[in-house]
């Protein structure tokens, strides 16, 4: 039986805080129950039998005279409290409220948000009956980052989806920010997200001060450079972001990355402490003007350079910012502690990283590729188990976030007629459902439940055929590094003999695999399916859609590497 609400009481005029009560407000109306507003001078007028929800901060709950229980909640979490005719939803921030409502209105009218933009309401799902439910992520830093998508409604949509579901960060280079802040900014505010600006930014933002200040262009190696030589530069740089910081509050964080080159052996000495030297200064900038706005720096093995990955013993971790650790060419059919020798080196650099940045009182968040179309291809595999181990693995490590990078696909003339139609958006977002209910706290079997709920009979089928897809798919990441800078999508681009590698034999036992797949009714479908109409089709017949691309995209690979390896 549902507990009908007659009013919503809120404590303050935050914009967040305004922002949940409008969603509790059109949720409750949306699934039958119609309610009134009233703000905090209302709390002690109430009548015996008008029940209430009550929105307000863990500081304003434990101020009540008469609060009836104690609470205790973690970083950015909620908790919601029954007492009486009340419900009490309570968080550390205004954001924490937000996801308070959301988890309430599942656990009340049983809403889901699985896919992107499609809200639903499961009617056979149970009705909480809990006194107390305090729910605490399992990272402080949850969230996407987006270099390149230019997007807008497509981004504000992420926002949205991703905010019911956990997250709390959008990360994105300032070039991009640059085209769409101004569609993305009220999104972000009254959501009261964290925003991170940065990525592999700085030719960009050299361009933009050679525009001012008729600077010559940097070339690829004095880039590498700058952290060390140019400190002219480095400052015009710092100034500009800190110009960016103090014109939209939004901004919460800074990671600016070197440029994605690898660097030589007779440059890598030096490299990373001048680089977070660099950070240092930029923090100290931010902090002159007053702005509450965090640095980290990057450690990253641009163009497969160990150097810019691994530390070297005179490199200390700073004291004054944070850490983000990205290993590029992991074997994703393998935990992160696997005995492959290049992922044992990738994870002694990543433990190195964590206990040094610990000593300092800094913190460290990994990136990870989850929904990266260039780093898992168009044979984009499923990672549900790979998700979810890793995720513990991480939490093992005490590490502070994991962020999920989103690349769409790199179009190729040759391949046109797999990408011109490829839904990328849906295929990756998979992954992302995964990684993002997880790290917001959420159990593997539930995540996987819900998911496969749409599925109804075919559900366990669908299940197993994801799990072997992962299993099998997932395979073809181990000959990143071996092919760098190709990919197993990329046979045209190599020009060394790779024979040894048998990628026409896997290629050829994927493809056999989906061949036996059932795929009736695929055609008529594919008709009318373009890359951005997938709201249009049914889970099913998306999943449908998304084994015939890989199927068509595996015979593509597989004939241009058996005919590579004829010539």
Known sequence: MLFIIDKIIYWNNHETILFAVEELRRLMREAGNECTIQARAEFTSRNEKTNRVILLTTNEYHSLKDMKKAITINADGFALVRSENDMWIIGNEPRSILYGVYMYCKKQFGYQWIDLEKETIVNDHSVTKEELYIHEPMFARRGNIIETINDPSYINSLIDWGVKNGQNEYFFTFFLWDEIKSYVTP????????????????????????????????????????????????????????????????????????EDIGIDEKNASGFLPTYIRFTEKLKEALGKESLQVEVEYIVYNAGLSWNMLEREEQTEASTQVDALYAYWGRDYSSAIDSSEPRQVRANQALQDWNEQTKKGGKSLTVLEYYSDHFMLTELFPPLLTRIEQDLRDYKQLTLNGVLNLIVPTHRKQQYSELEVNYPWKWIHHFNNYVYSRIAWGEKYVVIVEEYFTVFNDDKAAFHEMLIELETLVSQHTKWNVPLFPARVVDPEKVHEPMTDLKIPCYLREVYERLVKWDMKDIESLLVIQTKDNFNTFTPKEMMSIYFYYLKKGTKIYLDAWALKDEQ
Do not use: M
């Open 187 to 258: 999104a972000l505010r009254k959501r009261d997200v964290h925003v991170t600006l940065g990525g592999h930014s700085l030719s960009y933002l050299l361009r933009e001060i050679q525009k001012d200040t008729n600077e010559n262009t940097l070339k690829q190696d004095e880039k590498l450079k700058f952290f060390a030589e140019n400190t002219y530069l480095q400052d015009k740089v710092i100034q500009k972001i800190v110009a960016s910081c103090l014109e939209n509050k939004v901004i919460t964080r800074i990671s600016l990355w070197p």
